[in-house]
Nanobody, 114 residues
Framework: QVQLVESGGGLVQPGGSLRVSCTAS????????MGWYRRAPGKQRELVAA???????VYAYFVKGRFTISRDNDKNTMYLEMNSLKPEDTAVYYC????????WGQGAQVTVSS
């Protein structure tokens, strides 16, 4: 049973930066395509960025140029560096495979507000 643990969220002002991390245990992290997802209040969960097991990367149009996804297979960890944050980026951020097939973790709350 793979366990996902997200960390690094917080409160930041518009235009600020945050990095969230995701650690996976109980599975062979390196063989999976992985993704960062988010769920904003009152909205469905959506894919924000994905990174393939060979390193290919795609971003949702609404974060392209502002967010950077990366992974460290030796540490079973994935990161999402978020810059130029906007109030509409406020959400709980989750990691999972792409497409999602593992149980969801608790997520990391990111709040962008002045």
């Amino acid at each position: 049973q793979v366990q996902l643990v997200e960390s690094g969220g917080g409160l930041v002002q518009p235009g600020g930066s945050l990095r969230v991390s995701c650690t996976a245990s109980g599975g062979i992290f390196s063989i999976y395509d992985m993704g960062w997802y988010r769920r904003a209040p009152g909205k469905q969960r959506e894919l924000v960025a994905a990174i393939g097991r060979r390193g290919g990367i795609v971003y949702a149009y609404f974060v392209k140029g502002r967010f950077t996804i990366s992974r460290d297979n030796d540490k079973n960890t994935m990161y999402l560096e978020m810059n130029s944050l906007k109030p509409e980026d406020t959400a709980v951020y989750y990691c999972n495979t792409d497409p999602a097939q593992w149980s969801w973790g608790q997520g990391a709350q990111v709040t962008v507000s002045s």
